[in-house]
């Protein structure tokens, strides 16, 4: 395997890459700032899962095509970073989080921090002309813009959510939102490495479909870590609501039938573990469906894929948070 082949190659290739494309100017002083937070491409402590979106648009390219254009590439995966960085930004300013960055920054120089992100991103993606003939870009463009719309639609749908009473929240609501919101960005990024891959149509939209399976899973995922912060910004998440539904079932009658807005009491600490593990139980049925496209296609490769990308979906530890946490 090529240097590039590896998880760290392909970091080291996507920051060298990316370091030259960000002008050294104070304009993009706090998005390199932002990409350098954990879990980015350019933070500085070596992890794994930095840049977990634009390694999968790679290593998913790089499985339908080993000898792709890193170029090509290496571009639509950092107009996915850039992208999903920026979506992270205005999801942290909305929820008035005080994050590290917003602690440095303030929150005017993060928005607009998100702000030239997001405008890099667009840049890169619409740099990809140059590398494929017009009318593939038209459709990689096209399919790229729906899926953030899509993104941004959900982003509305969980604000919306925020001032809604309990009694009006049901499951398939709350995992709408997770699809819509998490998902979509996923989806893009599986789709785009396949579709830069070379893939079929019908690996294409596979790999669709499982990239929203995979950003509704990590959103119920970090729901659970983060049922204190959500219950404060009345956010209606997986884990809250199936705490609710169980102190629902001590709570008096008017309470149960309540339509206001005003907010509960915080679920029990028994409530709020049953929640989670629920919420929990609901990630492993998520990855499952996610193994089972996985080996959908790869049978449609008629090989089996690196377990470079099995480590990045998560596949390699499918179900195992329900008994780790």
């Not at 494929?132 to 969980?158: P, R």
């Not at 709350?174 to 690996?203: N, Y």
């Not at 409530?271 to 790869?298: D, H, K, P, T, V």
Request: include cysteine; aromatic fraction near 6%; charged fraction near 20%.
């Amino acid at each position: 395997m090529s240097e590039i082949g590896s998880i760290e190659g392909a970091q080291q290739f996507l920051r060298e890459m990316l370091e030259d494309l960000l002008p050294a100017d104070p304009l993009y002083a706090d998005a390199h700032l932002a990409l350098a937070q954990p879990g980015k491409i350019l933070c500085p402590h070596v992890e794994t899962h930095n840049g977990l979106w634009p390694l999968l648009v790679w290593f998913i390219a790089a499985a339908h095509a080993p000898a792709f254009d890193a170029q090509l590439v290496g571009r639509g995966a950092l107009a996915m970073e850039c992208v999903v960085c920026a979506f992270d930004l205005y999801d942290d300013i909305e929820d008035e989080e005080i994050t590290p960055l917003v602690a440095e920054l303030g929150s005017k120089r993060v928005t607009m921090a998100a702000t030239v992100l997001w405008s890099l991103g667009q840049r890169l993606f619409l740099s990809l002309h140059e590398h494929m003939a017009s009318e593939v870009f038209l459709t990689m463009y096209t399919t790229s813009t729906l899926k953030i719309q899509q993104s941004i639609a959900g982003q509305h749908l969980d604000i919306l959510a925020s001032d809604l009473a309990w009694p009006e929240i049901t499951e398939d609501k709350v995992l709408e939102i997770a699809r819509t919101k998490s998902g979509s960005l996923a989806s893009l990024a599986c789709w785009l490495g396949a579709s830069l891959g070379q893939a079929s149509a019908d690996e294409c939209q596979l790999w669709s479909e499982l990239g929203l399976r995979l950003g509704a899973a990590k959103q119920i995922h970090n729901d659970c870590s983060d049922m204190e912060e959500d219950w404060r910004q009345h956010k209606k998440t997986l884990p809250l609501l199936l705490s609710i539904m169980l102190s629902s079932e001590d709570a008096s009658e008017d309470e149960e039938h309540s339509t206001d807005h005003e907010p509960l009491e915080p679920p029990a600490m028994m409530a709020a573990l049953y929640g989670r593990w629920g919420a929990l139980l609901r990630y492993r049925e998520e990855m499952e469906s996610i193994n089972e496209l996985f080996q959908r296609i790869e049978t449609m490769q008629a090989s089996p894929f690196l377990l470079t990308l099995t480590l990045l979906i998560g596949l390699d530890g499918a179900g195992e948070s329900t008994e780790d946490e």
